[in-house]
């Protein structure tokens, strides 16, 4: 049999533990190129832009 605890952990204790389980604020810069917003080290969802050079097509051509 596994060992069974001796004595109840306190209200204190059981919430400390999960304190820093919180969520935390999302980080959100500007781009570079076209001055919208998006997540940093992602290329921008606008522009198609990421670290000064176009990564993703823009114009599509039809």
Same mark, same amino acid.
């Given at each position: #049999?596994?060992?069974?605890?001796?004595?109840?952990?306190?209200?204190?204790r059981?919430? +400390?533990r999960? $304190?820093?389980?919180?969520?935390?604020? #999302? $980080?959100?810069?500007? =781009?570079?190129q =076209?001055?919208?917003?998006?997540?940093?080290?992602? &290329?921008?969802?606008? =522009? +198609?832009y990421?670290? +000064?050079r176009e990564?993703?097509?823009?114009?599509?051509? &039809?």
């Amino acid at each position: #049999m596994p060992p069974l605890p001796k004595k109840k952990h306190s209200k204190k204790r059981k919430a +400390g533990r999960s $304190a820093h389980h919180f969520l935390k604020r #999302m $980080a959100i810069s500007t =781009c570079p190129q =076209c001055r919208s917003v998006r997540l940093p080290h992602r &290329v921008c969802p606008n =522009c +198609g832009y990421y670290n +000064g050079r176009e990564v993703v097509p823009t114009d599509s051509v &039809v």
